[in-house]
T-cell receptor, first 113, second 118 residues
Framework: AQSVAQPEDQVNVAEGNPLTVKCTYSVSGNPYLFWYVQYPNRGLQFLLKYITGDNLVKGSYGFEAEFNKSQTSFHLKKPSALVSDSALYFC???????????FGAGTRLFVKA | ETGVTQTPRHLVMGMTNKKSLKCEQH?????MYWYKQSAKKPLELMFVYNFKEQTENNSVPSRFSPECPNSSHLFLHLHTLQPEDSALYLCASSQDGLAGGLSTDTQYFGPGTRLTVL
């Protein structure tokens, strides 16, 4: 069965510092991996995805994520955090060819000025 | 967010009421989804429709009844709900690669309907 774990409920980082939001996954077939962001009173917005190819994926707003097959991880990173990055971040996994996407519980990111 | 719209944005209903949530996507996608987002719980997939056919029903109680009249519209009919059904209900769409079409696998979400059951 597919599953996603986001081990941190909350991540705090100072503006200008690098940030990492962690995600590990479990899926029986080839994983399709996604990061979404949710701002208050809004739906989820797509940030980036890994389907195949280069393990380092670049996405919107300067975010990137690295697919690590041996560690079954897909951590989200940004070299320099902005206060406006403060939001709820969701990691998601989908088994290739299926329709069911499983979302993690979310990690709330606070960027302090 | 204009790609996927949801109405109403807020809804308060009693346990004996009947109401419907509406979702419309303007992206030409072939798959649509209903999710439930409750406080401090992971996003829960409720229903999936692909080319108007329901392909997933994630053990959702019968008091929630989906309807997908065409690929652009999705409804969630509600009746005799319970207070624990209060949540943010999110609609999403995607273009999936069946029938040789381009697959993005990325889901595009609407802003959600905040439902409160009294």
């Amino acid at each position: 069965a597919q599953s996603v774990a986001q081990p941190e409920d909350q991540v705090n980082v100072a503006e200008g510092n690098p940030l990492t939001v962690k995600c590990t996954y479990s899926v029986s077939g080839n994983p399709y991996l996604f990061w979404y962001v949710q701002y208050p009173n809004r739906g989820l917005q797509f940030l980036l995805k890994y389907i195949t190819g280069d393990n380092l994926v670049k996405g919107s707003y300067g975010f990137e994520a690295e697919f690590n097959k041996s560690q079954t991880s897909f951590h989200l990173k940004k070299p320099s955090a902005l206060v406006s990055d403060s939001a709820l971040y969701f990691c998601a996994v989908r088994e290739g060819g299926g329709f069911k996407t499983i979302f993690g519980a979310g990690t709330r990111l606070f960027v302090k000025a | 967010e204009t790609g996927v719209t949801q109405t109403p944005r807020h809804l308060v209903m009693g346990m004996t009421n009947k109401k419907s949530l509406k979702c419309e996507q303007h992206l030409g996608h072939n798959a649509m989804y209903w999710y439930k987002q409750s406080a401090k719980k992971p996003l829960e997939l409720m229903f999936v429709y692909n080319f108007k056919e329901q392909t997933e029903n994630n053990s959702v109680p019968s008091r929630f009844s989906p309807e997908c009249p065409n690929s652009s519209h999705l409804f969630l009919h509600l009746h005799t709900l319970q207070p624990e059904d209060s949540a943010l209900y999110l609609c999403a769409s995607s273009q999936d690669g069946l029938a040789g079409g381009l697959s993005t696998d990325t889901q595009y979400f609407g802003p959600g309907t905040r439902l409160t059951v009294l």
